[in-house]
């Protein structure tokens, strides 16, 4: 495995600087908003909650250290996955919690920041269990690809006091097609910030 030096302090590593195999991975640009809304500073403590590859998890802990992030992920390939992507940023400020959100989360460190991708269905359970242990002023944000975890992800917000931001993202990337170049759309990806007490922490 090669390492990558990647000197630069702004988040947005290309795609394929990251190990992937079949594995979702939070494209650039998308990953590039998640993190701004996440206001990260050095010294916090984040959750990554269905890490995936890592590749959130890999631009946070750059942001953050010396502080932690904690890689929550049940699928075995994508545990390997983002091990290797640690390995590959030479990161020793993440660590991989394998095993199934919510159930994961306990005993866990309390958050600063939590990311939350893949929910596996249990949505509600895992922002409840975030939630109960977030700092005060601690910020959750969520990507989702469905209007259904969209809803969950705004109602839970709106029921518990936070202050809720969303947005829709409808990005394209210029590419190759022969001797001309197209627009290929991305996938659209809705990212819901949530800030508990209604006010920025740390």
Not at 16 to 21: D, P, V
Not at 86 to 100: H, I
Not at 142 to 170: C, D, I, K, R
Request: glycine share 10%.
């Amino acid at each position: 495995m090669n390492r990558i030096n990647w000197p630069y302090s702004t988040p947005g590593i290309p795609d394929h600087y990251f190990s992937r195999s079949q594995v979702p991975l939070t494209k650039e640009e998308v990953r590039i908003l998640t993190l701004a809304k996440a206001r990260l500073g050095p010294g916090m403590n984040v959750y990554d909650v269905g890490s995936g590859t890592g590749t959130l998890a890999v631009e946070a802990a750059r942001l953050v250290a010396p502080g932690q992030v904690l890689a929550v992920e049940v699928d075995p390939e994508a545990c390997t996955l983002i091990r290797e992507n640690v390995k590959r940023f030479g990161l020793d400020n993440v660590q991989v919690v394998a095993g199934r959100a919510p159930a994961a989360l306990e005993g866990l460190p309390p958050p600063d920041r939590v990311f939350i991708g893949g929910s596996g269905g249990h949505l509600e359970e895992i922002l409840r269990t975030c939630h109960e242990a977030l700092r005060p002023g601690g910020i959750i944000v969520l990507n989702a690809v469905t209007v259904e975890t969209l809803s969950t992800a705004l109602a839970f917000g709106y029921h518990q006091g936070y202050q809720v931001e969303a947005l829709a993202t409808n990005l394209a990337r210029l590419e190759p097609a022969g001797r001309y170049h197209i627009w290929r759309a991305l996938n659209p990806v809705y990212i819901v910030q949530l800030v508990k007490d209604g006010h920025y922490g740390q």
